[in-house]
């Protein structure tokens, strides 16, 4: 199958030289299903971790990137990546024209319950949206990662964000997953309440989401400082609780993308 560099899942497995091996580590260990066991996660962890040590002990010192999370960054967007391409590699496309209605249409009082999801994971590809310039970075939104997490009291809906650079013409480099972060925002929708709104699920999901990285920010400076040291952790956490409160005006614009499509299907 001809891979194209519009979709986010293709330049994923065109630049990441470990793509297969995470499928097949994901497929051996959970399976089709979209929640991945702690064995998948330590071993997706564990050989992307391994790889990156590999390919940066080859860089020159001060080329080397100043973000250690990076790899950790990687073994999320890898195990959405695997349950997308293990649940038969399903992308829905939608033109520039459907793209910009979706933009007009609010979706802030569309009812959880509405929602329909035609697979347990796809990928949602709208184009890069040139006004939504994540963590402004160079990095714009380009399309969804969609799965379902079907737990019994209280279903899941994951949204990941992918990006893209602006110029998706040029050329890649082999290192260019290390140099170049790929950049994404993610967030998860609890389904359990059908009439519920959109909006009040999502604002929700971020003051959760950000009120528990706030909490392991505080108790991993507590522990550092009762040891007189300072960690790299505690600096790490502080970036991704200004990040997700960055990207969430992003996020609630894609949504539009992303909600308007699902009803669509």
């Known amino acids: 199958m ?32 979209t929640l991945a066991n702690p064995e998948t996660f330590h071993a997706i962890t564990e050989h992307i971790k391994a790889k990156y040590n590999d390919e940066i002990m080859a860089l020159p010192f001060e080329k080397r990137p100043e973000n250690l999370q990076l790899a ?23 033109n520039d024209e459907i793209t910009e209605q979706f933009r007009h249409t ?3 009082e569309i009812k959880i319950g509405t929602l329909s999801l035609p697979y347990s994971s796809f990928y949602m590809s709208f184009g890069k ?11 714009f939104v380009d399309g969804a990662y969609i799965s379902i997490i079907p737990l019994l009291d209280n279903p899941v809906l994951q949204i990941l964000l992918s990006t893209c650079p602006d110029n998706l013409s040029e050329g890649q480099e082999k290192l260019d997953w ?9 967030l998860a929708l609890s389904l359990e309440n059908k009439l519920e709104s959109i909006s009040v ?23 550092f400082e009762k040891m007189g040291a300072r960690h790299r952790r505690t600096d790490s956490l502080k970036v991704e609780l200004a990040e997700q409160n960055s990207g969430y005006p992003i996020f609630r614009e894609a949504l539009k993308l992303i909600i308007n499509g699902l009803i669509l299907n």
């Open 2 to 33: 001809q891979l194209s560099k519009r979709y986010h899942p293709d330049r994923y497995r065109m630049t990441r030289p470990f793509a297969k091996q995470v499928v097949n580590i994901y497929q051996n260990l959970s399976g089709t299903t």
């Open 72 to 94: 950790m960054h990687e073994c999320s967007l890898a195990m959405h990546y695997a349950a997308y391409f293990c649940h038969g590699r399903q992308i829905f496309n939608f």
């Open 106 to 108: 609010d979706v802030d």
């Open 129 to 139: 949206q040139s006004d939504l310039n994540l963590y402004n970075e160079g990095r």
């Open 178 to 186: 290390i140099l170049h972060e790929d950049k994404y925002y993610y």
């Open 201 to 223: 699920v999502a604002e929700r999901a971020l003051r959760d989401d950000m009120d528990y990285t706030r909490k392991s920010a505080e108790e991993a400076i507590i522990e």
